[in-house]
């Protein structure tokens, strides 16, 4: 049998001593580890909580949303528009959508500028104040442009009140809305030059409300002609189908001769008592001057 020295083998028996003695601890502190419950992490380790994609609200989401889902929305929501915006929905605009103005989840970031949702058609060339033409019931709604009208110097009334701006503001890009002349023969010109009868003709003014109104321009009625000599009351009223059955031949002049109860013979005969009698209008009117006998 072969004997080695101790100082040989004794330092490499300890060093393996050492070793799984160290594997043990190690192991042990392991299993240890995984046994124990986790540590809340720390303060400035927790998660942060979700921000509202709408910004800082004053409600909470359940005010809005249900525990079901995030949508459909609650129904009606607890949200007064008019009152906590101090934008009031009304006409069309209380059937738009929120996302139809709202493009931005964030709810605060949002204009009230008619301008911010819909496209200005005259490009600014009237200014912004979009409501001084229009309102909330829809483009079409005359009503602000008759108040507009109302305060200007043509009131729109009658048959004015239900065609375009455009049949009057002429001469430029129907946008622009340039002034125009208020007095009628300003549109009315070709009417004028085209009546029957002839009213260059016969001399007839150029002011058209004398004889016009503007719920019916083909009725002509001269109510203040009853000023001059009454045709709307008296003998005459009814007696007559147009000017020209007594201005035959221009406004300026008139005739009492044409009508047939003015037969000659019968007015010689009935006047053949009164000094200088004539047989002439101007007389006629001279004695008669209401029209009655």
């Not at 124990?36 to 921000?51: T, V, W, Y």
């Not at 104040?129 to 008759?146: E, F, I, M, N």
């Amino acid at each position: 049998m072969i004997s080695h020295p101790a100082h040989r083998w004794f330092p490499a028996l300890l060093l393996s001593l050492l070793a799984c003695a160290a594997a043990a601890a190690l192991a042990a502190q392991q299993d240890e580890e995984r046994e124990a419950p986790a540590a809340p992490p720390a303060e400035s380790e927790a998660p942060a909580a979700s921000a509202s994609p709408h910004g800082p609200l004053a409600v909470g989401c359940e005010h809005c949303h249900s525990p079901e889902g995030w949508r459909p929305l609650r129904e009606p929501l607890p949200f007064h528009h008019d009152r906590e915006t101090g934008f009031p929905l009304v006409a069309s605009h209380r059937t738009v959508t929120c996302v139809g103005c709202h493009q931005d989840l964030r709810f605060s970031h949002v204009a009230s500028a008619c301008a911010d949702c819909h496209e200005d058609v005259h490009g600014g060339t009237l200014g912004f104040d979009c409501q001084s033409c229009h309102s909330p019931k829809g483009w079409s709604d005359p009503g602000p442009v008759l108040a507009l009208h109302a305060a200007a110097l043509l009131p729109l009334t009658g048959a004015h009140a239900t065609i375009e701006c455009e049949a009057c503001h002429r001469g430029g890009p129907s946008i622009e809305m340039r002034a125009v002349p208020v007095e009628c023969v300003g549109c009315h010109r070709d009417d004028y030059l085209s009546a029957q009868p002839s009213h260059l003709a016969l001399g007839f003014p150029l002011d058209c409300q004398q004889c016009h109104d503007t719920v019916d321009f083909a009725n002509a009625d001269f109510r203040d002609h009853d000023r001059l000599f009454p045709i709307h009351s008296g003998v005459h009223a009814r007696v007559w189908d147009s000017c020209s059955d007594c201005h035959p031949s221009g406004i300026a002049r008139f005739t009492c001769l044409t009508c047939h109860e003015h037969r000659r013979s019968e007015m010689d005969d009935e006047h053949d008592d009164v000094r200088n009698y004539r047989y002439e209008s101007g007389a006629c009117l001279s004695c008669h001057p209401r029209g009655n006998e």
